[in-house]
T-cell receptor, first 119, second 107 residues
Framework: QVQLVQSGAEVKKPGASVKVSCKPS????????IHWVRQAPGQGLEWMGW????????KSAQRFQGRVTMTTDTSIRTAFMELSGLRYDDTAIYFC????????????WGQGTLITVSS | DIQMTQSPSSVSASVGDRVTITCRAN??????LAWYQQKPGKAPKLLIY???SLQSGVPSRFSGSGSGTDFTLTINSLQPEDFATYYC?????????FGQGTRVEIK
């Protein structure tokens, strides 16, 4: 069965960086995009960007450009999202999700990773 | 960015009721609209994709309709496990965007 397993919760100081991993299983890793979506406490969902394990390309929403790096490592079938210059308002649950290589919905999601930015 | 506006923001309903949630885009998105259900502490779950296609394993009491800018999620005969927050999401224009969510509460 399809599963996406994410790394555990982390606490970071303002200005630091965090790297979240997402390890899918149960399907061909290079056949789908990996998307990243975050959710601040008590708030809605915010799409951050996607990475393409097949091509190695990635694309992020403009508001995160320059701060977010989304990568994939096909040798270990894992996707990564690194966010730098952390601010207090980056405190959120970060989800990875599977999406089609063309446009479409996210049919499987990771369990989420809580990133807390605190001094 | 395309703005997605859901209404209502919350709705109180009883088991067995029909619930309708609306999602409006501020520009046309063809039929690239998905609906998700999220329960507290859980990841979102895909219910509907391409505006009206039911995701595998999702009960048939959930249905979606619409195209262009106006879309609807309908839950027929609300069940106890349906009390949750629902989000729409467009995938027609980069960046993908979500609605603000609609909370379905027990009356």
């Amino acid at each position: 069965q399809v599963q996406l397993v994410q790394s555990g919760a982390e606490v970071k100081k303002p200005g630091a960086s965090v790297k979240v991993s997402c390890k899918p299983s149960g399907y061909a890793f290079t056949g789908y995009h990996i998307h990243w979506v975050r959710q601040a406490p008590g708030q809605g969902l915010e799409w951050m960007g996607w990475s393409n394990p097949n091509s190695g390309s990635a694309k992020s929403a403009q508001r995160f450009q320059g701060r977010v790096t989304m990568t994939t490592d096909t040798s270990i079938r894992t996707a990564f999202m690194e966010l730098s210059g952390l601010r207090y308002d980056d405190t959120a649950i970060y989800f990875c999700a599977r999406g089609p290589l063309l446009v479409g919905a996210f049919d499987f999601w990771g369990q989420g990773t809580l990133i807390t930015v605190s001094s | 960015d395309i703005q997605m506006t859901q209404s209502p923001s919350s709705v109180s309903a009883s088991v067995g009721d029909r619930v309708t949630i609306t999602c409006r885009a501020n520009q046309g998105i063809n039929r690239y609209l998905a609906w998700y259900q999220q329960k507290p502490g859980k990841a979102p779950k895909l219910l509907i994709y391409d505006a009206s296609s039911l995701q595998s394993g999702v009960p048939s009491r959930f249905s979606g309709s619409g195209s262009g800018t106006d879309f609807t999620l309908t839950i027929n005969s609300l069940q106890p496990e349906d009390f949750a927050t629902y989000y729409c999401q467009q995938a027609n224009n980069f960046p993908w965007t979500f609605g603000q969510g609609t909370r379905v509460e027990i009356k």
